[in-house]
């Protein structure tokens, strides 16, 4: 795991918090947040609700954040990134496009 237990331990409830608040804006329902090591994504969400988020995701940026929870979270009402997905993401979250180039172009420090 890239993020000490202490650093998740103490940013948890920053996210939860996250989490609640667009789980609340977008009327969707999550029933856990858990964050672990991923290599190859930010985050994925279920059908059942059960939101996994990259320890990474506590070195970026709070915006940068904020459009990953938000991204995982719209995936609970459109399973894909057609148009009903992209329409909604820019009435919530107007500039998504700006930080998913920004998120694509991110380089985490690893401490391993």
């Keep these: 795991m890239n993020g000490?237990?202490?650093?998740?331990?103490?940013?948890k409830p920053d996210i939860d918090a996250l989490v609640a608040q667009w789980a609340d804006r977008l009327h969707v329902q999550v029933k856990r947040v858990q964050i672990r090591s991923m290599?190859?994504?930010?985050?994925?969400?279920?059908?059942?609700?059960?939101l996994t988020l990259a320890d990474d995701i506590l070195r970026l940026p709070p915006d940068?954040?904020?459009?990953i929870v938000v991204h995982e979270l719209m995936h609970l009402r459109y399973p894909d990134h057609r148009r009903g997905w992209?329409?909604?993401m820019g009435m919530v979250l107007p500039d998504w496009r700006e930080r998913d180039?920004?998120?694509?172009?991110?380089q985490t420090v690893s401490t391993t």
């Design 4 to 11: 000490t237990r202490d650093e998740l331990r103490g940013a």
């Design 39 to 50: 290599r190859s994504k930010w985050g994925s969400i279920s059908t059942a609700g059960v």
């Design 64 to 67: 940068l954040a904020e459009y």
């Design 86 to 88: 992209r329409v909604s």
């Design 101 to 106: 180039f920004r998120l694509r172009n991110f």
